[in-house]
């Protein structure tokens, strides 16, 4: 890129105009309120302490993003690594008893009042914006974290498998499971926002 | 029990291979298992039809949370608690 292109770091302004960008990308992502301001604020020291590493080929806003995202993950491996709440706890079947009847002969069959009811988990005719994003995070919220996590890293930020499995610390295998088990949740919870 | 009544999938299998082809090719032996499924299973039809309308769902979210109306902010002493920081980062004493 040539030198006159390039782009230069301003810290003294990125609150001002990455603040509430970034604030928003990582509540999107951990869905917690308090977290996401101490990401953002981990971000912008992190930015200050490698800015010389900087080299101008990306916006400012690209550059610290990159950073934020790799913080988010690496917020998402030590929780999710710890003994308390590991991903070895997600069964690696396909049967989940909460939707699935788990006795012969109808083993496998959705439950009673489990399946969906229509081709449409949304309420016919219009629908706010502003009502489906919020039933969306709150759906997500309901799930389990290690399931969020893993649903985050693939339906938002549209990462391939193989980055999910290798920062996440699971086999492939595993996350097929567990995105499953994330949709029939998701589903299960929009459609029911709209029924109640 | 008929040879292909054994190879026939219960709808848990069958929402696995739905979830499993949004994110991957399947074989030709899970494709066809999951076609026949589909054919007999109209639960499961709906449930397609539903996970392929979630992922268009999710990038909606995507873009809304980011740019849309319905940003969030952050609260003013937070921004001015980091502002402070930046600033005494920039110009220790």
Redesign the interface.
């Known amino acids: 890129m040539p030198e006159e292109n390039k782009h230069i770091l301003e810290p003294h302004r990125w609150v001002e105009r990455y603040g509430d960008y970034l604030f928003n990308y990582a509540i999107v992502r951990v869905n917690d309120r308090e977290i996401a301001e101490d990401l953002v604020q981990d971000t912008f020291l992190a930015g200050l302490k490698s800015r010389d590493g900087f080299r101008g080929d990306s916006s400012e806003r690209t550059w610290l993003t990159s950073i934020l995202k790799r913080k988010i993950i690496d917020t998402y491996r030590k929780k999710y690594t710890s003994k308390e709440s590991s991903f070895s706890e997600i069964e690696p079947t396909t049967l989940d008893g909460d939707f699935y009847k788990g006795e012969e002969p109808m083993r496998g069959h959705w439950l009673e009042g489990k399946g969906p009811n229509s081709n449409s988990f949304l309420p016919e005719g219009e629908l706010e914006q502003a009502e489906l994003m919020e039933y969306i995070r709150r759906c997500i919220e309901n799930l389990k974290p290690q399931l969020a996590a893993a649903f985050i890293m693939k339906m938002i930020d549209d990462e391939d498998s193989e980055t999910i499995c290798k920062e996440l610390g699971i086999t492939a295998s595993n996350l097929w499971v567990i995105l499953h088990r994330a949709r029939l949740k998701m589903r299960d919870c929009l459609e029911k926002k709209w029924l109640n | 029990m008929t040879y292909l009544s054994k190879k026939m999938?219960?709808?848990?299998?069958a929402?696995?291979l739905i979830?499993?082809r949004?994110?991957?090719r399947l074989g030709f032996r899970n494709w066809l298992q999951l076609k026949i499924h589909l054919l007999r299973c109209h639960?499961c039809?709906?449930?397609a039809?539903?996970?392929g309308?979630?992922?268009n769902?999710?990038e909606?979210?995507?873009e809304?949370?980011?740019h849309?109306?319905?940003?969030?902010?952050?609260?003013p002493e937070?921004?001015a608690?980091?502002?402070s920081?930046?600033?005494r980062?920039?110009n220790p004493k």
């Open positions: 999938i219960a709808c848990d299998e929402s696995f979830s499993l949004e994110d991957s639960l039809r709906k449930y039809s539903q996970i309308q979630l992922s769902t999710m909606i979210y995507r809304e949370s980011i849309g109306a319905n940003m969030q902010h952050l609260s937070t921004g608690r980091i502002g920081r930046i600033s980062e920039l």
